[in-house]
């Protein structure tokens, strides 16, 4: 559990020191996933292991207890909407309309369009 | 006699009271949720904001001193997103054969959710800087705070627009894609971690492991396109 965290920290750290130093408009968290990911893929290129083999030892199961309650991740900033309360009374219908419009038609694009070009690109 | 108001001094101050009613808040959703057997409409995200907002407004707290507990929690946020290489990792061999189609449905998907969110907001004459706050709507929260402050939005706002595509989308998400008879997992994880980042992509996980990995990718994906291309189109079409 510790490791798996320490591991976490350690790619979301070095994530927001590249991102300052190189000056990159992707936030730390992102980079961290792609160098955890970069990390991941390399061992396994060198070290020869079956590929079922668990992740680093504790990594896999701190990932999955974090990411079984993501949601949670989300609800103090949710929260923060009750500061927000008077321009949501002015312009709630603008908001909500371009949220739930916007979503669903770029969920619906989005599903329709990555089934075909799969079938198409495999 | 014991003094009430020394004792709600001092919850009001400590961090301890914010962070476990945020996680009571969290366990009642979940209970909600699975009262309802799991039914994508009845949200723990949703449920447990709106009993913390509620509470707050009523005893009068100060969202900034709820913050300072609840903080714990949010921090969380950087290592689950480092943490979403984990199931991409495991289904890496799943995943690497649709990588391009992947990538160039994301991109697509990601540029229509925006600019349909910004459109309607346009047609119904919001501000512009109520606009500007819609624009990065669909990506990760810190992601989309960031692109709103670049583009003249109150990344404030934004975090609730996040917020609410996000329960939106995993709520209304999985109906849509059953309406739109789109049945593969990938393309339907791909599409909730594209409109409904971070949100959608729990829904996912919980469904379906194909799922929850390529909706985890289409999400970094999608945060990574958004951040390089959102700001430079907002200067070119409103600059």
């Given amino acids: 559990m510790i490791n798996g965290l320490t591991l976490l920290l350690l790619c979301q750290l070095c994530g927001e020191v590249l991102g300052r130093a190189l000056h990159l408009p992707v936030p730390g968290p992102v980079i961290g996933m792609a160098l955890l990911f970069a990390g991941l893929l390399l061992r396994d290129r060198l070290s020869d292991r079956p590929a079922e083999a668990p992740a680093a030892p504790g990594l896999g199961q701190t990932a999955d207890t974090l990411l079984m309650h993501l949601g949670l991740l989300f609800v103090p900033a949710g929260v923060g909407v009750v500061v927000y309360l008077p321009q949501l009374a002015r312009d709630w219908a603008p908001l909500s309309l371009a949220v739930v419009a916007g979503t669903l038609a770029g969920i619906a694009f989005t599903g329709r369009l990555a089934q075909a070009l799969i079938r198409r690109l495999g | ?239």
């Avoid at chain 2, 989309?144 to 003249?152: N, S």
């Avoid at chain 2, 996040?162 to 849509?176: Q, Y």
């Avoid at chain 2, 994906?221 to 409103?238: H, S």
């Fill in chain 2, 1 to 239: 006699m014991v003094d009430l108001s020394e004792i709600w001094v001092y919850l009001a101050r400590d961090p301890l009271a914010a962070l476990t009613a945020t996680l009571l808040a969290w366990m009642a959703g979940l209970r909600l949720a699975a009262l309802c057997r799991w039914h994508p409409a009845a949200n723990p995200v949703l449920f447990a904001v709106a009993l913390l907002a509620a509470a707050l407004l009523l005893a009068g707290i100060d969202y900034r001193q709820y913050f300072q507990g609840a903080q714990f929690v949010h921090f969380l946020l950087g290592p689950a997103t480092v943490a979403l290489a984990v199931p991409l990792y495991r289904q890496w061999q799943h995943v690497r054969s649709s990588a391009l189609a992947a990538l160039l449905a994301v991109i697509a998907g990601g540029g229509v959710a925006a600019a349909v969110g910004v459109a309607f907001a346009l047609a119904l004459g919001a501000a512009p800087e109520i606009t500007a706050s819609l624009a990065p709507r669909s990506v990760t929260t810190p992601v989309a705070m960031g692109i709103a402050e670049q583009i003249g939005g109150l990344p404030g706002l934004t975090a609730a627009v996040v917020l609410a595509s996000g329960v939106t989308g995993a709520t209304l998400g999985p109906m849509t894609l059953n309406l739109m008879r789109v049945k593969d997992w990938r393309a339907r994880g791909l599409a909730m971690g594209t409109a409904a980042h971070g949100l959608g992509t729990a829904r996912a996980i919980a469904v379906n492991a194909t799922a929850g990995a390529f909706s985890g990718m289409a999400m970094g994906l999608n945060a990574l396109a958004t951040a390089l291309m959102l700001p430079l189109l907002w200067r070119l079409v409103f600059g």
